[in-house]
Nanobody, 114 residues
Framework: QVQLVESGGGRVQPGGSLRLSCLAS????????MRWFRQAQGKEREMVAR????????NYAASVKGRFTIFRDNAKNTVYLQMNSLKPEDTAMYYC???????WGQGTQVTVSS
């Protein structure tokens, strides 16, 4: 079955960095675009970044553009989200998702606080 396992979250100070990972299994990873979403407490889930199946097309939400980088390693069935210059408003649970598949992992919590 489809599994998505996010990791790499934690607590960092403003201006810090984290790298999130999402290990996928149970589907043809290299045939699907992948997305990172986040959901802050009391807010709706929002997409922050997406990458095409071969990694050639990438898009970011305006709120993270220039600070976050999405990339993937199809040989490892893994998609990453490098997050730099983190701000308190980046605090959220982060999830990955495969385009066209309604499956979600357990998420990884990112907390940005001094």
């Amino acid at each position: 079955q489809v599994q998505l396992v996010e990791s790499g979250g934690g607590r960092v100070q403003p201006g810090g960095s984290l790298r999130l990972s999402c290990l996928a299994s149970g589907f043809a990873f290299d045939s699907h675009g992948m997305r990172w979403f986040r959901q802050a407490q009391g807010k709706e889930r929002e997409m922050v970044a997406r990458i095409s199946f071969a990694g050639r097309a990438i898009n970011y939400a305006a709120s993270v553009k220039g600070r976050f980088t999405i990339f993937r390693d199809n040989a490892k069935n893994t998609v990453y989200l490098q997050m730099n210059s983190l701000k308190p408003e980046d605090t959220a649970m982060y999830y990955c998702n495969a385009a066209g598949l309604d499956y979600w992992g357990q998420g990884t919590q990112v907390t940005v606080s001094s």
